[in-house]
């Protein structure tokens, strides 16, 4: 009879399930260990009994590139009829096996502003992915990467503040970014999203590089012009994130045609 996964192996495939790609570095971070020799047991062990797979090959050295996992059908199994578990995610991640080089390093680069956001605000921060967001109800049509819930302080009575995140990269089209922002455009119109959040999440786009930054802004008129019900666009770096160390540091520059300077999540 097989050996049933202990949960801290089960706690790598919830991770994997999130997503969709990780590395061990991208894990010990998550899971706060001092070392990666246990996470790299635990991927070896599950590796073995194809549970998961592995991405690497001998270029990878080359360009100092860590593996990277993925789930297989095995691991499906354990997680189906878990809560929180959707079959259309676990259908869509039979595709992870041939992804591109482009979707793992989204999904590893959602994985690391996850982990450098949740350091930065502990407690106070959670953040459901995209694949968590698949088939919820009154969702926007172009799903964003990760629904971000900010507590405003560490008290138990703090209200919450909600935020879509988008990551958008250079090599992107302009008009499928400027395609986010019509559609959530139209998500504040319809109202569907009143009886999940009681008003429409801020959406904060979050750009590979400081120059595609300044491109949206220069594109932003759209935005000031139209945003209804109180709607807020905001953009970013990945370098701000990834420098980011305290709650009240500011990273986040609304999206104006002639912004005024950056300010906190935690106020925006």
Known sequence: MPRKLNQNQIDVLLLLYKFRFVTSNLLTQKLKLQHRNSINS??????????????YDKSYKLMNKPASYFMLPKG?????????ISNNTLKNMYKDAQATDGFVERSLMIFGIYNQLEDVFGQRFDMFSKSELTGMEDMPEILPNGLIRLKTSDSPRAKERNFFIYYVEEREPLFAVSNIITKQLEYGDSEDWQELFGKPPAIILICNSPALERR?????????????????????????????????????????????????LATA
């Open 216 to 264: 949206l802004h220069r594109q932003a008129g759209r935005v000031e012009d139209e945003a209804a019900k109180g709607q807020k666009f905001y953009t970013t770096t990945v370098t701000e994130i990834m420098g980011t160390a305290k709650p009240n540091n500011a990273f986040l520059m609304p999206l104006r045609r002639m912004p005024d300077g950056r300010i906190p």
């Open 76 to 84: 499906f199994a354990v997680l189906r009829g878990m809560d929180g």
């Open 42 to 55: 635990r991927l070896q062990i599950l590796e073995d009994k194809e549970y998961i797979g592995r991405r």
